[in-house]
C-alpha cells in the first residue's frame, strides 16, 4: 500500500488565504522533504524537516514523528503558489526507502 | 549562470533501444541525482552518486545506469528501454550527500518509448 498519504488531493484558494498540507506515514521515520512542483514541471526543494518546525517567508513545515504526520502552512497564499506540492520521506534505510506522496495540487484564483 | 542543465529535454525512441542523458551543474555541488516522474506524476529517487559513493536504489531494472566522468557531470544510460520507461527523468545536485540537504532541479528529460 502506499507509504505516504498526502491530503487533500487538491485544493483551490482564493488569494490571500491560507493553506495546510498533510502528509501521514506509516512507519518510522529517518528523514523528510518537502518539494514544490511548478505547472510547467520544474521541481524545488522547499524543506528539510525530520522533526519539529521550520520557517521560510510564508511556508512553514511542522513535523510531528509521534503522530507520523508532516504539514505545510502556506500564509497569506499568491497566485504564483499554484503548483503542486510533494512531501517525500524516507522510512527506511536506502533509497528504496525514500517515498514521494502523490502530491496535492493547490490552486491560487484572484 | 549556476544551475542545472539537463539535454535531451525530450526523446523519442523505440522498445529496445538504447538511450542516454546528460546532466550538468555548474553549483560546485558534490553530490547529483537522478529521479523518475511517472505519467501519475509519481516520484522516485534512482541515484545518487558523489565522488566517493553510488548509492542505487534498489527497485531500479539493472538496464539503468548511471555515468559520470567529473563530479559536475551524471549522465544516465538506459541500455535496452521498455515501454514502461517512458516518464520524466529529473537530474539534481546538492552540497552534501544524503536526502537531507536542499537539492536544485533541472528542467527534466521526457522520454516516450514507442
Known amino acids: 500500500g502506499q507509504q505516504v498519504q498526502q491530503s487533500p488531493a487538491s485544493l483551490v484558494l482564493q488569494e490571500g488565504e491560507n493553506a495546510e498540507l498533510q502528509c501521514n506515514f506509516s512507519?518510522?521515520?529517518?528523514?523528510m522533504q518537502w518539494f514544490y512542483q511548478r505547472p510547467e514541471g520544474s521541481l524545488v526543494s522547499l524543506f528539510y524537516?525530520?522533526?519539529g518546525t521550520k520557517q521560510s517567508g510564508r511556508l512553514t513545515s511542522t513535523t510531528v514523528i509521534k503522530e507520523r504526520r508532516s504539514s505545510l502552512h502556506i500564509s497569506s497564499s499568491q497566485i504564483t503558489d499554484s503548483g503542486t506540492y510533494l512531501c517525500a520521506m524516507e522510512l527506511g534505510t536506502g533509497y528504496q526507502n525514500f517515498y514521494f506522496g502523490k502530491g496535492t495540487s493547490l490552486t491560487v484564483i484572484p | 549562470e549556476t544551475a542545472v542543465f539537463q539535454t535531451p529535454n525530450y526523446h523519442v525512441t523505440q522498445v529496445g533501444n538504447e538511450v542516454s542523458f546528460n546532466c550538468k551543474q555548474t553549483?560546485?555541488?558534490?553530490?547529483m541525482y537522478w529521479y523518475k516522474q511517472d505519467s501519475k506524476k509519481l516520484l522516485k529517487i534512482m541515484f545518487s552518486y558523489n565522488n566517493k559513493q553510488l548509492i542505487v536504489n534498489e527497485t531500479v531494472p539493472r538496464r539503468f545506469s548511471p555515468q559520470s566522468s567529473d563530479k559536475a557531470h551524471l549522465n544516465l544510460r538506459i541500455k535496452s528501454v521498455e515501454p514502461e520507461d517512458s516518464a520524466v527523468y529529473l537530474c539534481a545536485s546538492s552540497s552534501l550527500a544524503g536526502v537531507q540537504d536542499t537539492q536544485y532541479f533541472g528542467p527534466g528529460t521526457r522520454l516516450l518509448v514507442l
Open positions: 524537516n525530520p522533526s
Open positions: 553549483l560546485g555541488h558534490d553530490t
Open positions: 512507519t518510522s521515520l529517518n528523514s
